[in-house]
């Protein structure tokens, strides 16, 4: 199976989309997604199926589909003529109408002739600006099938048709013509009514609501958009010693390139030369610049702030991480939350339930002996307000503002259907190395013998250990105060430590066993401590010289300063922590006490992390994990939701529900917070919706609403629904 993604063309409501799905998944062997907040159609389909079959089955349906247009288009920079459309229908109604509104309104201003001013000014209204909605009424109507745009279209040309009957056939284009306006219905002459101002108000309520609609979805979708630009646009490539401006898009893997202070370095890549700070905050949301030398690894899009770097492209176009964060946040975009599948199938049948409920409206009033104005109004109002486009925006736009605020903030929601799982887990499952502990060893004691200096005792054991690459070697010799001393005869004791002539001393490191071979034994207090430390899960080194053991010095992977922060938010939400590790239990009790973790499970294989997991799963816990490593994988993959470290591997990341770009595990419980408070949105999104549609529909169907106020108020339900997701911008 592949993956094929569609842009549509010509949808105005969530039933339209409901349309396209349904098509589509008739095909043999498709399974097609089809977001209205989005414009586009997610199809997977079998390997080698031509894609203008699905094209063509979208057009046979009446709308547009085509290939996705390339990346620098899809940004948003170029103007949306849908949108100018729109707007400019949008302006000229509001100019023509306006007047039409208050005529009808206040009796006052009813002149003589005052109702054939009204339909000079509400003809173009209603025929020119709701024109959209009139043509896909009529496309829908051909392919036998109603939407939200037939219901608008019928309202309008039903209160205009009147009118024009009661102006040219009945008593209301009499001079002197004048009536009330009223929210309710009442008996009159249906002959001696018009309904201008609501065929003009209705329409210009519709094309302000699709507007703000139309633009609230482009801004939802900014995060996005502002995420794609973030990368550079032309990179300075080293050819030959030369460096030579070439688009971004013909830089290959291998290659090596410059980036000066003040620049975005141009994709991910390796530090081949130069030292410097990178920010890299508007990736990970981390203020603090990292320092990167020679065969640090670095991202494309972040920003080199001091000095001058030569770097060699590791990754490139699709594969950088910008562009594997930008897919990521796209396909949750595109995808469907559980309870936005309920409210597709409600709005798929809603359109010809209203307009039985409109028949039966106009039938009833009738039957009871009230005029044919009274009994058409009544009709035109349900028409009107049972528009649900409130109802297919309430999880799109949610998602939209939501996974794009996430996006900012250095958190990928995979997809919508995982917002569902934050809300139901109560534990949480914390990986030790990587996750809780930054994953690289650093020097946390230096501990001397009597009479011993404790910078000689560093300075002296760095400078031997500087010469090996072991992890251990390198955090001791990283902390060498002032210059590092020079070293002859270097050997490396393969497992056991490395000796060498520093300063003219034979300076020797290692394990206490290496030194015993020197004869060279620590002192009883300086060996308590020795045996303390290693209790703890750390790592100890000895060192000697000159016929005597010298002292120890303490290594061990350091706990990330934010961690205990983010525990306590973890517990603020309702978590149970748990610490998993490998390490030996005292290491690990050590380290969970330091973070206030309680439950502590040790000495875990990593392949059996995953039984882990399930053996919680078991218990009726719903789990949550956060990891970083490759061993990590299948149990992220196995709990109801997985949270992999930015900092991680590749694997773990791809395995997890939720990526955290950042190292921190702050970042774990404001994707959760996020999480949570998107599906609120939702929630909320569609209480408003629902009822709304059950609480308006029986009034306008006893004549209780004024069909101008019924589109009024239809309109502001889709405004409001999308500003509601809007707020989710906000979220600190």
Not at 415 to 433: H, M
Not at 453 to 460: G, I, K, N, S, T
Not at 656 to 685: E, F, M, P, W, Y
Request: hydrophobic content about 50%; overall charge negative.
């Amino acid at each position: 199976m592949s993956s094929v993604e569609l842009e549509i063309g010509g949808m105005t409501c969530a039933s339209c989309a409901t349309r396209i799905e349904r098509k589509l998944n008739k095909l043999d062997g498709i399974q097609a997604t089809v977001n209205y907040a989005t414009e586009k159609a997610k199809v997977t389909a079998p390997s080698g199926f031509d894609t203008a079959l699905l094209i063509e089955e979208v057009e046979k349906a009446g709308y547009s589909a085509q290939l996705p247009t390339a990346m620098r288009e899809a940004t948003g920079e170029q103007d949306d003529p849908e949108l100018t459309s729109l707007r400019q229908r949008l302006i000229v109604s509001i100019i023509l109408t306006v007047p039409v509104i208050l005529m009808a309104m206040i009796p006052a201003l009813q002149f003589t002739y005052w109702q054939w001013a009204s339909l000079t000014l509400a003809a173009p209204v209603i025929v020119w600006g709701a024109w959209p909605f009139h043509r896909a009424a009529w496309t829908n109507l051909r392919h036998g099938a109603a939407t939200m745009d037939t219901l608008i279209s019928m309202g309008t040309l039903a209160a205009f048709g009147w009118s024009l009957y009661a102006l040219f056939f009945g008593t209301a284009g009499m001079p002197g013509m004048t009536h009330p306006f009223e929210f309710a219905l009442s008996r009159s002459d249906g002959a001696a009514n018009i309904y201008l101002e609501v065929g003009a108000g209705v329409t210009m309520f519709i094309l302000a609501g699709r507007y703000f609609e139309k633009r609230a979805k482009r801004q939802a979708g900014a995060a996005l958009r502002a995420l794609l630009d973030l990368g550079a646009k032309n990179v300075a490539v080293l050819r030959k010693g030369v460096e030579v401006s070439i688009p971004i898009e013909q830089l290959r893997v291998g290659d090596e390139f410059v980036v000066r202070p003040g620049e975005k370095i141009a994709t991910d890549g390796v530090v081949v030369s130069g030292h410097s700070a990178v920010d890299a905050s508007m990736l990970t949301g981390e203020s603090v610049p990292v320092e990167v030398g020679e065969g640090d690894a670095v991202t494309g899009a972040t920003v080199n702030a001091s000095g001058r770097l030569v770097v060699r492209a590791t990754r490139v176009g699709s594969d950088t991480q910008l562009a594997q964060m930008a897919r990521l946040v796209e396909d949750a975009q595109t995808g469907k939350a559980q309870v936005q599948r309920l409210a597709d199938r409600i709005s798929g049948v809603f359109v010809p339930i209203v307009l039985v409920i409109a028949v039966a409206a106009l039938a009833g009033w009738l039957v009871a002996g009230f005029p044919v104005s009274a009994a058409f109004t009544a009709a035109v109002a349900v028409l009107v307000i049972a528009c649900p486009c409130a109802l297919g925006l309430a999880t799109p736009t949610a998602l939209l503002v939501g996974t794009g605020r996430g996006a900012q903030m250095g958190i990928l929601i995979k997809g919508p259907e995982i917002l569902e799982s934050t809300r139901k887990v109560d534990t949480v499952v914390l990986d030790k190395t990587g996750t809780v502990t930054s994953g690289r060893m650093a020097l946390t004691g230096v501990i001397a013998e009597d009479g011993v200096d404790a910078d000689e005792l560093l300075r002296l054991s760095g400078a031997v250990e500087h010469a090996s690459e072991h992890p251990v070697a390198q955090a001791i010799a990283a902390r060498v105060p002032g210059e590092m001393p020079a070293v002859e005869g270097f050997a490396n004791i393969e497992g056991r430590g490395v000796q060498g002539v520093v300063d003219g001393h034979s300076v020797v490191v290692g394990r206490e066993s290496l030194l015993a071979d020197w004869a060279l034994t620590l002192s009883p207090r300086v060996a308590a401590a020795k045996a303390a430390a290693e209790a703890e899960g750390k790592t100890v080194v000895a060192a000697g010289w000159d016929g005597a053991a010298r002292g120890i010095l303490i290594v061990s992977d350091t706990v990330k300063p934010t961690s205990a922060e983010a525990v306590r938010g973890l517990r603020a939400l309702g978590l149970t922590p748990i610490l998993l590790t490998g390490d030996n239990a005292a290491a690990a009790r050590h380290i969970a006490a330091e973070v206030g973790i309680e439950e502590v499970i040790a000495e875990v294989l990593p392949a059996d992390k995953v039984e882990v997991v399930k053996r919680l799963q078991s218990e009726g816990r719903v789990v949550a994990m956060v990891g970083d490593g490759v061993n990590d994988a299948p149990a992220l993959v196995q709990a109801d939701l997985g949270l992999a470290m930015g900092t991680g591997t590749d694997v773990a990341i791809e395995a997890s529900d939720i990526a955290l770009v950042r190292g921190d595990l702050r970042s774990a419980v404001d994707a959760i917070r996020l999480s949570r408070k998107t599906l609120g949105t939702i929630k909320s999104n569609l209480f408003w919706a629902f009822a709304y549609n059950v609480a308006a529909i029986p009034l306008a169907a006893l004549g209780m609403l004024n069909p101008m106020l019924a589109g009024a108020a239809m309109a502001l339900s889709s405004v409001f629904v999308v500003g509601n997701s809007l707020r989710l911008r906000a979220f600190r």
